[in-house]
């Protein structure tokens, strides 16, 4: 097998847009616990940096009124989101995190993966949207993982 262009990959940064970075930003704080850091001018467009501690960055860029494109998933069910585009997290509560969706009365979907084989390992995934329609995965960090290297759970 030949080896990847890139070497030492790994994720840098997550762009989202919105006409409300604010409200964005809200979001990606409460729920999943980013921390806004000092954003550098980007020309007329609202700018916000936000930071994963332990991962990565997500950056909100604010719509370009000339240019609104559209931003939004192109699935209007949780339930279609694996088929669109967009972003995964894992966390390790994840039973709580779901119910805490729920109360906030996010509509979500649950989808268990069978991974192996055999069928009898999963991993627990809900599906969900931004408050900008943005397609959000939240998976379940403690199920054991599949190895595509070894074709075994890690």
């Not at 020309?43 to 604010?62: D, R, Y």
């Not at 509509?107 to 969900?128: C, E, L, M, S």
Request: glycine share 8%.
């Amino acid at each position: 097998m030949a080896a990847a262009v890139a070497q030492g990959l790994a994720v840098d940064h997550i762009a989202r847009q919105s006409n409300d970075i604010r409200r964005l930003a809200d979001f990606y704080i409460e729920i999943f616990g980013f921390e806004e850091v000092e954003s550098p001018k980007a020309g007329p467009l609202k700018v916000m940096w936000l930071i994963l501690p332990s991962a990565f960055t997500m950056h909100l860029i604010e719509c370009n009124p000339t240019n609104q494109g559209s931003g939004t998933s192109p699935v209007a069910d949780p339930a279609d989101i694996p088929r669109g585009h967009h972003i995964c997290f894992s966390v390790s509560n994840f039973e709580t995190f779901v119910q805490t969706l729920k109360e906030k009365g996010i509509q979500t979907a649950h989808r268990p993966v069978q991974y192996n084989p055999t069928g009898n390992k999963k991993i627990d995934q809900v599906f969900f949207f931004d408050p900008d329609g943005n397609g959000l995965e939240v998976s379940d960090s403690t199920a054991p993982r599949w190895s595509a290297r070894n074709g075994n759970a890690d």
